[in-house]
């Protein structure tokens, strides 16, 4: 498998961000994991997660006490099964009841990445579904499957770095390598369904009242996913599908038409629902 050489400090894209700021002190950063974990129904596993790869991008020992405050936190929440509940309702675009678990709850550290990636390559688990091109990861546990594309490919990550760290290639690491190829093998066969008229990008693929328009933001990061991919595995079909839909980023009609449609799909799709006083 072609790749990058594995680095503890990087990531495939920046997450930098999800701290408190580049400039922030790692006492304010520790305040919003604080406020992030404080009530545990409503702690968001990836929001946590992308802070401790975020810290660790920073490259500042200073944080390395968030990092460990982290690792404790999915320690004490990870199930038998590796992984991480989402105990509140999904609260927009899917009808997910809780308690829901994501392809994206994973985490770079050896032996807890090990245990985390077994929900990845199960076939049997929720958050893979084989297609005739091969499995997908799924972020969200709908049914039908929503195959959101930001998050299969974050997922995907999850595998590959578990197969690059230098760890002895135990069994667990094997599968992690195959079972990246083969979602890698199944992305590119696959992109297309994400392609739209005017050179814009899918978010998913659930049968929506109408087609779920990527936002700005998301098309820009799909750009960004896709040209990682294609470092790490190249392939023609990614790299044609990552130039069209870079070219549209920066075009004003495929913007001003993507933007009415995510308006429109936003009127008969509300992003926030009613959950019950139970949830």
């Known amino acids: 498998m072609a790749g990058l050489p594995f680095d503890s400090h990087d990531y495939h894209v920046d997450l930098r961000p999800k701290v408190v700021g580049v400039r922030s002190s790692p006492a304010a950063d520790l305040d919003l994991l604080a406020r992030l974990t404080a009530d545990p129904v409503r702690a968001n596993p990836v929001s946590i997660l992308q802070l401790g790869l975020g810290a660790l991008q920073l490259r500042d020992p200073d944080r390395l006490p968030l990092l460990a405050k982290i690792v404790s936190w999915v320690e004490q929440r990870v199930d038998e099964h590796g992984r991480l509940a989402y105990r509140f309702p999904m609260p927009h675009t899917y009808p997910l009841d809780p308690p829901w678990h994501s392809a994206l709850d994973r985490s770079d550290l050896f032996e807890l990445a090990e245990r985390t990636a077994g929900p990845l390559l199960d076939a049997d688990s929720p958050l893979v579904v084989v297609t005739p091109d091969g499995p997908v990861l799924q972020e969200y546990p709908t049914d039908p499957p929503a195959h959101v594309l930001n998050g299969w490919l974050f997922s995907l990550w999850g595998l590959y770095d578990l197969a690059h760290a230098g760890r002895p290639m135990t069994g667990i690491v094997r599968a ?79 913007c001003a038409v993507a933007f009415a449609r995510k308006g429109a799909f936003r009127i008969r799709r509300p992003r926030w629902r009613r959950v019950s006083p139970t949830h």
């Open 176 to 254: 992690a390598a195959d079972g990246f190829a083969a979602g890698a093998a199944a992305l590119a066969a696959r992109i297309d369904r994400y392609r739209t008229a005017v050179g814009w990008s899918l978010y998913d693929l659930y049968p929506h009242p109408l087609p779920n328009v990527a936002s700005p933001f998301y098309h820009r990061l799909h750009v960004e996913q896709l040209r990682r991919q294609q470092e790490l595995l190249p392939d023609p079909r990614i790299a044609a599908v990552a130039a069209e839909w870079g070219r549209a980023s920066h075009a004003a009609v495929p």
